[in-house]
């Protein structure tokens, strides 16, 4: 099974509030393979501001799915517009994605700017 030996990545989104989110990652490890995300968990959080509560969250139970194996190896979140009707302003954004061993190594984070539609 590979790990992940990623360094902090950042992704910086603009999304209108109040229509349907939808963001897919390619996960890859070092060499540029596609990486199997068998035995992986992910979250996906937003917040106003780091240190805050987050305003939203989505797991594999609900609105994040891992595709594991090796093809597509991808993340996808998907977040209904029902869920996504909040105030258009600047947030942050982070997934953590966690190892089968446990480990949650640094992932992807940035900020996550809802417009009005």
């Given amino acids: 099974?590979?790990?992940?030996?990623?360094?902090?990545?950042?992704?910086?989104?603009?999304?209108?509030?109040?229509t349907t989110w939808r963001l897919a990652l390619t996960c890859r490890d070092e060499s540029g393979e596609l990486l199997d995300l068998t035995g992986f968990a992910c979250v996906w959080s937003l917040w106003r501001s780091k240190g805050a509560p987050p305003l939203l969250t989505a797991t594999t139970e609900d609105h994040l799915?891992?595709?594991?194996?090796?093809?597509?190896a991808q993340i996808a979140l998907v977040i209904p517009a029902s869920v996504s009707k909040i105030p258009a302003q600047g947030y942050a954004h982070r997934f953590t994605l966690t190892e089968p061993s446990g480990a949650t190594p640094p992932f992807i984070a940035g900020s996550w700017k809802v417009v009005s539609s």
């Fill in 65 to 72: 799915t891992l595709m594991p194996g090796k093809v597509p």
């Fill in 1 to 18: 099974m590979a790990t992940l030996k990623l360094t902090s990545g950042q992704l910086n989104v603009t999304a209108e509030a109040g």
